[in-house]
């Protein structure tokens, strides 16, 4: 296993360090090979924090995300087919069946993990708004110090990395047979004056190995935009760390008021953590207030009863480059799931009610794009 706790300074390391809601550059590192980094700031650490709206607006443009897994099972037959997401049935590809590892797709010797995907946006976009999500699971067969739960690293299209630490309330609770987490950072000036591109995480701070309730981590960047002569549409970004146990366990997040025209286009994304693939009875359902209307949101990659299913797509497809690209993720999911039949009938407040009957499962963000009526 290689140090974690010694990023890639040669490649020029920098900081971007925010206490509040503002990320500050500090200058490159110093030119020593391999220094001891300073403990990242403690920032406080609760085992649950319920859904806030961390950004909205109503402007012309939409919202974009790029998403991977940080962690996957160890290279066998077995693993390269649960990888490519062909054993959908009876739990066979979840992650507790498999001695995961991480994923480290990059050529820097002191990063233990690193992945890779691509944030899309249409030409003549400008970011108003992007945050960084990661989290995953410190308990295993091995056991990973809390202490750096609030750090990873980021590097965007062409660039060195930088490390990013987070800017709020690291939710962290121990129970269900893990010790999970989720933190959060503002990036909003490296993404607007980035663009789009494959932007790398690494040094997610996850745990490998083979328990019951399995390996999983990953992270999620979402960025709002607005682009001249695009549609005018609500831009909604909520965020927690909500646990949802395995029976009989429901959560629903009240989006507010916003009205959406009849037959408007909307999308709602969502990222939760072990979500396994084959454990059927966990569901979302969107409920546009005044029209009495409770819509299960599915498509072809998540059925209406294993919406939490380890997948990262869009309408039910694989549309963004990520490398590692694969199909099932392995308790990882950051989803776009279609709302057009959802809002045949218009909304003006929007719910989302999230269940689950068999599937222990963390929720992280949710985040909405929908017309403006």
């Known amino acids: 296993m290689r140090n974690p706790l010694v990023p890639a300074v040669r490649r ?10 503002l990320c500050a550059v500090l200058p490159a590192a110093g030119a020593a090979p391999n220094p001891e980094i300073r403990p990242a700031p403690r920032m406080r650490e609760k085992p649950r924090i319920p859904f806030i709206q961390r950004y909205y607006a109503v402007q012309r443009g939409g919202m974009a995300r790029a998403a991977n897994a940080g962690i996957t099972c160890r290279s066998s037959p077995a693993c390269a087919s649960a990888q490519g997401g062909e054993r959908r049935g009876g739990g066979g590809a979840a992650n507790h069946r498999y001695d995961m590892f991480y994923t480290d797709v990059d050529d820097d010797p002191n990063t233990f993990n690193s992945s890779r995907a691509e944030l899309v946006l249409p030409r003549g976009a400008q970011v108003t708004y992007a945050r960084l999500y990661w989290g995953g699971n410190l308990r295993v067969s091995e056991q990973k110090a809390h202490k750096d739960n609030g750090r990873v690293l980021i590097a965007e299209p062409g660039g060195a990395y930088k490390e990013l630490l987070a800017d709020s309330v690291i939710g962290h609770r121990t129970g269900d047979g893990a010790d999970a987490f989720q933190a959060s950072a503002d990036v909003t000036e490296l993404v607007r004056d980035t663009g789009a591109g494959i932007y790398t995480v690494a040094q997610i701070n996850i745990a490998m190995g083979q328990t019951g309730v399995g390996a999983w981590g990953g992270w999620t960047l979402v960025a709002a935009y607005t682009r001249k002569g695009a549609p005018l549409r609500h ?123 068999g599937d222990t499962v ?12």
């Open 12 to 21: 020029g390391l920098v900081c971007l360090l925010s206490c509040a809601a």
């Open 235 to 357: 831009l909604s970004l909520w965020d927690a760390f909500e646990t949802l146990g395995s029976k009989d366990s429901e959560q629903r997040v009240n989006l507010g008021r916003m009205r959406i025209p009849v037959g408007g286009y909307g999308r709602l994304g969502i990222v939760a953590y072990d979500g396994d693939r084959g454990i059927k009875g966990d569901s979302v359902t969107f409920e546009p207030h005044g029209t009495r209307r409770s819509v299960p949101l599915s498509d072809p990659a998540n059925s209406a009863d294993d919406v939490f299913n380890s997948t990262i797509t869009d309408a039910g497809r694989d549309r963004i480059r990520r490398e590692p690209a694969h199909r099932n993720t392995l308790g990882y999911d950051s989803d776009v799931l279609d709302l057009r039949r959802a809002l045949v009938s218009g909304a003006d407040d929007i719910g989302v009610r999230v269940r689950t009957a």
């Open 362 to 373: 963390w929720l992280g963000a949710l985040f909405l794009e929908a017309d403006a009526g």
